[in-house]
């Protein structure tokens, strides 16, 4: 382990824990040479309309009958809001298009060229002209790491979510409390101001979400960003009239859990199915 790190750093560091004793620079390499493979192999097999602008950025849209399609799943990446990109979220979408629900893979200005809270403004711009352009569908939204805490924020700012009825967060982190004094927090410029706002609340989350929610993370996560999804489950939980679950996912790291995504018989693709395909 690098002694370049704090004790509080390697504790959110996502790399430093994985399932198999990889590295963390294996860790990374494996994550995005699997989701490059997958992102070529869905290019071949799966219709997809690319780039399609936005408030100064782009999604694509992965699936037919885009028009039609009662259920829409939009996918927000990771990369603790300073790297990733909508390439790296595609390993869902060859099971979730085999049922017929369609993916759109949300880019966003990463928080090195403007603050969090204007990347949260710009997500929820991308909800709002996603919602008015597929009119008849409902929409799943998920993330996964930085990318389940912009879903959150950005479902907060809607006027009217009545159409986003399900969220489903993987590895997420909520509270950034304690980021702006670690390399996360200064590759971002995150103060402690900002911080604060850009923490999720249950009670935000409830004065405007009122559909289900899927709390899922691997075994093998990040001890703070376990904590984090538990914490956040237990401050749901207690607000009562939510429909909330949570998942640990058996021996899945925070990468192999979306990696495994392009496996549809693998359990965080059965979770994630059977919670899409359930009223
Ligand atoms: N520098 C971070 C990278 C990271 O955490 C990460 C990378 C890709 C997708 C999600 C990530 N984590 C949270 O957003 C690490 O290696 O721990």
Redesign the pocket.
């Known amino acids: 382990m690098s002694t370049e790190y704090t004790e509080l750093e390697i504790l959110?560091?996502?790399?430093?824990w994985t399932n198999d004793g990889r590295s963390?620079q294996e860790?990374?390499s494996q994550?995005v040479n699997v989701l490059d493979d997958c992102y070529e192999s869905n290019k071949k097999s799966i219709a997809c309309t690319e780039n399609v602008n936005y408030g100064g950025q782009f999604y694509d849209i992965w699936g037919k009958d885009l028009e039609k399609s009662e259920q829409i799943f939009i996918f927000i990446?990771?990369?603790?809001?300073q790297?990733?990109e909508k390439k790296?979220a595609t390993s869902m979408v060859k099971a979730l298009t085999d049922h017929g629900i369609p993916v759109i893979c949300l880019g966003y200005d990463l928080a090195t060229i403007k603050p969090l809270d204007l990347v949260i403004e710009q997500v929820a711009i991308g909800l709002r002209f996603i919602a008015q352009k597929y009119s008849s569908a409902n929409f799943t939204i998920s993330g996964?790491?930085?990318?389940a805490h912009l879903a959150v924020k950005a479902i907060c700012q809607l006027e009217d979510t009545t159409r986003f009825n399900k969220l489903a967060l993987f590895s997420g982190?909520y509270q950034l409390e304690e980021l702006p004094n670690t390399y996360?927090g200064k590759g971002i410029n995150l103060t402690e101001e900002m911080s604060k706002k850009t923490s999720v609340t249950a009670e935000e989350l409830k004065s405007k979400f009122f559909g289900q929610i899927l709390i899922l993370y691997g075994e093998f996560d990040s001890p703070k960003l376990k904590q984090q999804s538990e914490d956040l489950y237990g401050q749901i939980e207690n607000l009562g009239n939510f429909k909330c679950q949570k998942m640990m996912i058996p021996n899945e790291d925070?990468?192999t859990s979306i990696e495994n995504l392009r496996d549809s018989n693998s359990n965080v693709s059965k979770k994630l199915l059977k919670f899409l395909l359930e009223p």
């Open positions: 959110y560091s996502c790399s430093f963390p860790a990374i994550f990446h990771g990369g603790y809001w790297e990733g790296y996964h790491s930085a990318g982190v996360i925070h990468f």
